[in-house]
């Protein structure tokens, strides 16, 4: 019975409830050492029934032991592995150990970790205990954390157990929590009446004044009539009393629980065989069954409390811990787990060793996953074992580099920091640096980044002019992210003086930034370098950089198809870093060709796993596009919502897109002197990189507060540029531009229509025949303005441009004519993940591959086409593609 835990337990009790009835919930514990959470989770169990229970525990020695807890809590499911998709069972495998080679990516493993769970609740409602989540190794908690973050409808309970105020790898910000407090005294008392002795009335006060309602402390705590009320004394204590049960254990039983305590798994099956090399038998378990200290649940030791872990290990010689690891590395060895083995084998070390920290090379190389926190965990261990000063550089280098792919950012500069104090070479220093420099620009802090970059090239130059270049390109794109050109401009200088191989295309990311701060059409012939010269990489991060500059040179369809490309191969390999880093220019793409639901969908979902990453530069960008749909829609609220962080970071490429976001909502809903004064301002200031896309909007409002003189350097200035990039669309708008200055208006307008035909964002190709229809109704042109304001409102309600449409219909009536408010058709009605879910499911993918491609488990899926059935008035999945292919293509605009 659990005295005074009714809240608890009713709270545990709905969650359980909730996941019957088929939708997924979690539940956080927490308190301090002994405060009943593990009795809490023992009571879950209870309550669970005939729920499949899963059980993990987090363990302080294996917090540096890569999915540890992950393997304590799958292992008996990996039969079910090959249910999964083939790239998350091989990363899982991986991670678990059963698969050497394997790429267990941070994110795939943390995709399979939820496929899986989801194919087991599928069977019956799943419960999945995690207690002391604090001492979790990082692997294995940031894959849990990805699984949680995403149930839904998978009929999945979670409860978790963790420490107050103790650091974690498992962060529970923005799951639901529930604080575990002291017993209330009539509950203590009740609680120390189940004590097997009784407790003599004239000591019964000073232990409930003691243990201070702490559940574990009211039960072990000695009665030896001293009070004692500073609660560090009062777990010291606790400390003593499972030091001295250990103490009274027979020989035997303390080496086997001994090896149980030194292991990096609870499971039987390996504890066991290593006792036995030990001289222990299965009997000699019982004493410390006895004395309650552990127990055999399902094939697994359970220890009653970490304390005893603790003491266990405290009270151990250190003769008698080696010869457990040694034992415990002899098993793993012979089960062929090349991972486990170098773990224990590194433990046995009392000093350097080399051949351990080989070990540990080895297992990261062939065994452990790549690009994750294992290689990182395991090479930092491997260069605390090493003695020769500089193997220990390249080892914590290697290590950083790790932990930075994994995005342990904090982890990884600490880890640089390390190795810079054993390192002298200039080119491992210069590994270093990018080390470091990732850090910083992932923090967004680039400045510091291109400092370090820059330096750091040269003192390479001389002694690797290749990789001096590489660095000096990776500073220039840092200064180009902080907005600083003259620090470009000076990279670029210094490029040119070091004479290294790609001095050429530093120059050339100099002159397009130089030229796009300037408003200049000038960055279009270096622009055109860089893709000519870079064009045919194979590199991620590089074919993402072409896309940048095809959406720069206004070609919409290469850079989509570059951004669909790399966006579809991070899905397909479960590359959620990756896929946090495309999905700005896939939505951005979409954005302007006119696929709206599609760009809040991809930037929506890109902003979640960008919040998983850790990748806040990528996180600005994408609340800049669905700023810019927010204003497309008049959604005033939520546009001023997403641009006031980038807004308040200063002058950078953020901020100019989100002063043109606001513009454009300002024109939208007719405030010209707003929207003319903050584009004036953005423009004139000193940076105004990315700004060439907001011209047109000054041109209009500077016509529309009667100042067209102030517009007339606009329109010239991106003309010019139009003309250079050479697309109908841009030449279009240039001539819109025109048109709204000068008095040939009718030609200029009936020209930029049959451009915008050509193809391009069918936004523009609205505004401009708005505005055609507007001049042709003032001409009394009255027939003619309908038919081009008819096309502009199809294709603006299309996009739910509301301010926009509203707009054309007032032209509308002033011309006589009635228009009713449009239908937003059936496929708008969804929310941005039901739109992508149901895209994939029109396309004939399978609920395991959509939820693949999303990160959603398969379950969730199903759930959300279940919600969107009705809205679209579909039943099948046959009839949502046809729905799906009758929609209107809104970049195709009407027929003329």
């Not at 194919?119 to 949680?148: I, K, M, N, Q, Y």
């Not at 579809?568 to 709206?596: F, I, K």
Request: charged content about 25%.
């Amino acid at each position: 019975m659990l005295h005074g835990r009714t809240e608890e337990i009713a709270r545990i009790d709905a969650l359980l409830g909730q996941v019957r009835s088929g939708r997924s919930g979690v539940l956080v514990l927490r308190g301090e050492a002994g405060i009943g959470k593990s009795a809490l989770l023992d009571h879950a169990a209870h309550l669970a029934g005939d729920m499949r229970v899963l059980r993990t525990d987090g363990i302080e020695s294996e917090a540096g032991f890569p999915y540890a807890g992950l393997h304590l809590l799958l292992g008996r499911e990996t039969d079910r592995l090959d249910a999964l998709p083939a790239p998350q069972a091989r990363a899982l495998r991986a991670a678990l150990g059963q698969e050497t080679g394997g790429d267990a990516n941070r994110f795939l493993v943390g995709l399979a970790v939820l496929t899986l769970l989801a194919e087991l609740a599928e069977e019956r409602p799943l419960l999945c205990l995690v207690d002391d989540a604090h001492w979790l190794d990082a692997a294995s908690a940031e894959a849990l954390l990805f699984a949680v973050r995403r149930l839904d409808a998978e009929a999945i309970a979670v409860v978790v157990a963790v420490r107050a105020d103790e650091p974690s790898p498992f962060d529970p910000v923005g799951l639901p929590e529930l604080p575990i407090g002291p017993l209330d005294e009539a509950a203590a008392a009740a609680l120390v009446a189940q004590r097997p002795e009784p407790v003599p009335g004239y000591l019964r006060s000073d232990l409930l004044t003691e243990a201070q309602g702490n559940p574990l402390a009211l039960l072990e705590l000695p009665l030896d009539g001293e009070p004692r009320r500073v609660p560090s004394s009062r777990y010291q204590r606790l400390h003593q009393v499972f030091a001295e049960r250990v103490r009274r254990l027979p020989e035997a039983t303390r080496r086997l629980l001994g090896v149980a305590a030194d292991a990096s798994t609870a499971d039987a099956a390996v504890v066991l065989p290593a006792a036995e090399r030990l001289g222990c038998t299965r009997d000699d378990l019982t004493p410390a069954e006895q004395a309650q200290l552990v127990r055999l649940v399902e094939g697994r030791l359970v220890f009653r409390h970490p304390l005893v872990r603790t003491a266990l290990r405290e009270t151990a010689e250190a003769g008698s811990r080696m010869a457990a690891h040694e034992a415990l590395a002899a098993v793993y060895a012979a089960r062929g787990d090349v991972c486990s083995y170098a773990w224990h084998r590194s433990a046995m070390a009392i000093g350097p060793d080399e051949e351990a920290a080989q070990a540990l090379e080895a297992a990261a190389r062939s065994g452990s996953p790549r690009v994750s926190a294992a290689v990182s965990a395991m090479c930092e261990r491997a260069a605390a074992l090493t003695a020769d000063r500089a193997r220990r550089g390249q080892r914590l280098t290697t290590a950083a580099e790790a932990a930075a792919d994994a995005g342990q950012l904090d982890r990884a500069a600490a880890l640089a920091d390390q190795a810079a104090d054993y390192v002298t070479d200039p080119v491992q220093l210069a590994d270093i640096a990018l080390v470091r420099a990732t850090v910083l620009d992932s923090r967004d802090r680039p400045k510091e980044a291109h400092r370090l970059l820059s330096d750091a090239a040269v003192a390479v130059a001389s002694l690797d002019p290749r990789r001096a270049g590489h660095l000096l390109f990776r500073a220039g794109r840092a200064a180009a992210n902080a907005g600083d050109f003259g620090a470009l401009d000076r990279t670029a200088a210094r490029a040119e003086e070091l004479g290294v191989p790609s001095a050429h295309l530093v120059s050339a990311l100099s002159r397009v930034f130089a030229a796009q701060n300037a408003l200049s059409d000038a960055s279009v012939g270096p622009l055109r370098v860089l893709v000519e010269e870079t064009t045919g990489c194979a590199q991620h991060l590089e074919l993402l950089d072409i896309g940048w500059w095809h959406l720069m040179l206004a070609d919409l369809d290469s850079a989509h198809d570059i951004a669909a490309r790399l966006a579809d191969t991070a899905r397909q390999q479960g590359a959620a870093g990756l896929l946090a880093s495309v999905l700005p220019l896939l939505a951005r793409t979409q954005l302007m060709s006119g696929w709206h639901d599609d760009a809040e969908a991809n930037a929506t979902e890109g902003l979640r796993i960008a919040a998983d990453t850790g990748q806040r530069r990528h996180a600005v960008y994408l609340n800049t596009v669905l700023a810019a749909l927010a204003a497309v829609r008049g959604d005033e609220e939520r546009c001023v919502e997403l641009t006031a962080e980038p807004i308040a970071r200063g002058v950078t490429p953020g901020n100019v897109h989100a002063a043109g976001a606001l513009s454009l909502l300002d024109l939208g809903l007719g405030r010209y002197e707003a929207a003319f004064g903050r584009l004036s301002g953005m423009l004139a200031a000193r940076h105004r990189g990315g700004a060439m896309a907001s011209l047109p909007d000054l041109v209009e409002a500077a016509v529309r507060v009667n100042r067209p003189a102030d517009g007339l350097p606009a329109a010239r200035q991106y003309a010019e540029w139009a003309a250079h990039v050479r697309q109908p669309w841009t030449r279009a708008v240039a001539l819109r531009c025109q048109a709204l200055l000068d008095g040939n208006a009718d030609d200029r307008y009936a020209q930029a229509v049959a451009l915008h035909r050509q193809g391009g964002p069918p936004f523009e190709r609205a505004r401009t025949e708005l505005l055609h229809g507007e001049w042709l109704r003032r001409a009394r042109r009255i027939s003619e303005a309908r038919i081009v304001l008819h096309s502009a409102l199809e294709i603006f309600d299309r996009l739910r441009a509301r301010p926009w449409s509203a707009r054309a219909r007032a032209e509308l009536r002033a011309a006589g004519e009635s228009v009713r408010a449009a239908d937003t058709g059936a496929v708008q009605r969804l929310t941005p993940q039901e739109h992508q879910v149901v895209q994939l499911a029109a396309r004939g993918l399978s609920n395991r591959e959509i939820g693949a491609q999303l990160f959603l488990s398969p379950r969730t899926v199903g759930y959300h086409l279940y919600k969107a059935y009705p809205k679209l008035g579909v039943g099948s999945r046959s009839e949502l593609a046809s729905l799906v292919a009758d929609q209107p293509d809104p970049r195709r605009g009407v027929s003329a």
